[in-house]
């Protein structure tokens, strides 16, 4: 028989008789069993409801489960009220069942997308004492959301991302006898997971595909961990990451042509890298991959933007990988079992580019050779700078496995006299680079340009250093060069391309970065009977 919906005087006569210590049992049941079909009720009934189910959720173990799914259903009721009543209340079953806390986790995950700011503070100080109560369930309900999800699904991975940059801020926040050991390893195996690092228990573990800003974000969470902050947990993280990008190689080869999006979680684990990086710490083998497998299809990838203001994703990713082979060959010994032949090659498809872009001797210039004038005035710069130092200093940071690789006169008889050429045309611009500087920091309102043509000097002199360096009999490659877009005080800013087309427009697979509302979830919405999060 269906129990009837309660009133708001009844709801109080119920309580009453849960706390009547003479009152039978199944009475008490059915007195419960009331209140939680005051869920059905209206809006003062629904809030009275929620807050006396929680308040004997403990004593009536049979009807816990019909409970915690009322719980949810008011959690999707339209009235703002309601919603923020329920989410209140929910983390507190947790307190008597801990049973729930990855449940609940779960639901407080999606949640963290919302753009109400009240229902975002409950869900964050509900999470927050969650994750204090049992971490391990909670951490069990934060990353179940990256077992066999659809990665092309936008509302996943932006939920996967909310996740993750709370767990981030949440560690940040921790003392040190807050994090424990035990909690640091139980992270670990589970990022382990996320980016295919196969454990002993888990043969299974395969690689979750993830958006930069997941990628990332995993980074930043392991970076923070106080077992992998010294330099032997740096190096396990680019250990990591190394593996991460073999597994993504192997599942989908780099084909910027086929899938544009992997430009973007090229840059992403090089700049990752590069921030760990150290005299004592590097990245050969991820290096090394990069040059192999991306560096080497460097010209396949489109060299036009959606727009001038953008940087073309060509240029993009040789700034991360010039960046990430600078620092870690530098760091790097050269290896026991070093493959003369293999360097021969990559040093091959590095020289390729370079000739793509080295200026070409025409009859003009040839006339005009020495003649360009006061400041190089009349000089055509022709010649998209930018690219160049990228190819320039990731050349010279090879050559260090193969320093006799320019000894070969035949290579040498047409590469000389472009280099030779672009030095002089890399001298004039930095003559004019160097008059706007000296105009520009005359004016205390100019000091974003100043910071652009301060990137721009360096730029020439690290061209025209390599370049010198090119035409020594004896080239030592012991200087680490320090690439103008990372020398600027503002990394943010790009320097002028001359005879640059930047980029197309970088494509996440989340989209924007904003937190979704109601509508954006599948099957999410405030219509009654609808489901806006994910349920068991």
Known sequence: MPVAKPSLEQLYKYYDVLNDEKVAQPEKVKAYTSIIEGCKGDEK????????MV???????????????????????????????????LPM????????????????????????????????????????????????????????????????????EETLKFLANKLKTMSASEMTSEMEELI??????????????????????TSN???????????????????????????????????EFTVKPFNPLKSPEAVDAII??????????????????????????????????????????????????????????????????????????????????????????????????IEQN????????????????SIIECVLVTYYSTLKFNPEFLNDEALMKEFKPRLSLLSRKTQAYAQEISSE???????????????????AKLMCENINFIVREFFKKTILCQTQMTLSFTGGKEESKSIPEIYSEPAEKRARLSGNNTKRSGGSFQGRGRARGKRFFNRW
């Open 45 to 52: 009934v629904k809030r009275m409801s929620s807050q006396l």
């Open 55 to 89: 308040k004997h959720f403990k004593d009536f173990p049979d009807l816990q489960e019909k409970c915690f799914m009322s719980l949810l259903d008011l959690c999707e009721e339209d009235d703002v009220n309601i919603r923020r009543q329920a989410l209140h209340d």
């Open 93 to 160: 079953l947790c307190k008597t069942e801990s049973k729930y806390v990855s449940k609940v986790t779960n639901i407080f995950s999606q949640l963290l997308c919302t753009e109400d700011t009240t229902e975002l503070r409950i869900v964050n100080i509900g999470m927050s004492d969650l994750f204090r109560s049992d971490y391990k369930e909670c951490l069990s309900g934060m990353f179940s959301h990256f077992q066999e999800t659809d990665d092309q699904d936008e509302a996943a991975v932006v939920i996967r």
């Open 188 to 209: 670990l195996d589970n990022i382990n997971k996320i980016l295919g690092s196969k454990s002993k228990t888990d043969k299974k573990a395969v690689t979750t595909s």
């Open 213 to 247: 800003e997941e990628f990332s974000l995993l980074i930043e969470i392991m970076s923070s961990l106080k077992s992998l902050s010294n330099l032997l947990g740096r190096q396990k993280i680019i250990e990591m990451i190394t593996h991460h990008n073999q597994t």
């Open 268 to 365: 992403a684990r090089c700049q990752q890298t590069s921030k760990l990086l150290s005299k004592n710490v590097h990245a050969h083998s991820l290096s090394v991959s990069m040059l192999d497998k991306v560096f080497a299809k460097i010209l396949d990838i489109p060299e036009k933007a959606a727009s001038t203001k953008e940087e073309s994703n060509r240029l993009r990713i040789l700034k991360s990988i010039s960046d990430l082979i600078g620092k870690s060959f530098y760091a790097t010994t050269i290896p026991t079992d070093h493959k003369q032949e293999e360097w021969v090659s990559r040093l091959k498809a590095i020289h390729k580019v370079l000739l793509a872009y080295l200026p070409k001797i025409t009859d003009g210039e």
């Open 370 to 385: 020495g003649k360009q004038g006061e400041n190089g005035k009349g000089v055509e710069f022709d010649v998209n700078f």
């Open 437 to 455: 500087l000296t105009a520009a920091k005359a004016d205390k309102s100019k000091t974003d340009e100043v910071t652009v043509l301060t990137q």
